[in-house]
């Protein structure tokens, strides 16, 4: 079992998952509502969009941006059941338990985490 740094240090080195960053609209919405608000709806994402077996729309249904989670779910490969079975083991056609989404909703939230205090140090280098 991998940790969340582990994973996160993983998916830095695909050069497709690394392309995703949050845009200035998602960093502004991360601030405006706050972390507690963001990993609500992160929740809800994943429960409504990932979690059954049989996702509606499955490989199709997380746009790019919109919303900070979305960015996230593409950056750590939680955006459809075949990257979680690919990138994580996570078997097609069996619903997520509640552990392994809040497992998931760890891991969007440290990437979104991670871009915004980014943000903030690279203010500070300016």
């Not at 097609?92 to 903030?120: C, D, T, Y």
Request: charged share 30%.
């Amino acid at each position: 079992m991998q940790t969340i740094d582990e994973a996160l240090e993983k998916l830095s080195r695909s050069s497709f998952r690394a392309s995703f960053h949050l845009n200035a609209e998602e960093k502004e919405y991360v601030r405006k509502k706050g972390m507690d608000t963001i990993r609500s709806h992160c929740r809800d994402f994943v429960r409504e969009r990932l979690a059954p077996a049989y996702p509606l729309h499955d490989g199709r249904q997380t746009p790019t941006h919109g919303h900070p989670v979305f960015p996230a779910q593409h950056a750590c490969a939680c955006c459809c059941r075949g990257c979680l079975q690919k990138w994580y083991r996570v078997p097609k056609g069996v619903p997520l338990s509640e552990v392994q989404q809040e497992k998931i909703v760890n891991l969007l939230m440290a990437w979104i985490e991670r871009e915004m205090k980014e943000e903030s140090v690279q203010k500070r280098e300016d």
